[in-house]
């Protein structure tokens, strides 16, 4: 069975940090390209970030890029989102994800998916 778990999420001011981290089992996770998506109330699934196989590459959009930070564990089958410099614009639900293959993409059409974790930015 595959899973993706996330957690980290909470309550942070603007200008705070978070860290997000996402548990992988049942899947080739060194093998799998890893994605963070988010969605806000009342808005579309949003593309976050990107990382390689390696953990090398990682890509950004152009809202967060610069105030978070992406990476990898391959031996603990784990991801991270780092969260810098939060504003309430980020506020959302934050989910790890993953298209099944290596293609380091901005697709917000995962084949896996965990259940998210809430990120709210307010003062």
């Known amino acids: 069975e595959v899973q993706l778990v996330e957690s980290g999420g909470g309550l942070v001011q603007p200008g705070g940090s978070l860290r997000l981290s996402c548990a992988a089992s049942?899947?080739?996770?060194?093998?799998?390209?890893m994605m963070w998506l988010r969605q806000a109330p009342g808005k579309e699934l949003e593309w976050v970030s990107t990382i390689d196989t390696s953990g090398k590459i990682p890509i950004y959009a152009n809202s967060v890029k610069g105030r978070f930070t992406i990476s990898r564990d391959n031996a603990k089958n784990m991801v991270y989102l780092q969260l810098n410099s939060l504003s309430p614009e980020d506020t959302a639900m934050y989910y790890c994800a993953s298209r099944a293959d290596a293609v380091i993409t901005s697709s917000t059409r995962p084949v896996y998916r965990g259940r998210g974790t809430q990120v709210t930015v307010s003062s």
């Open positions: 049942g899947i080739s996770f060194s093998r799998f390209a």
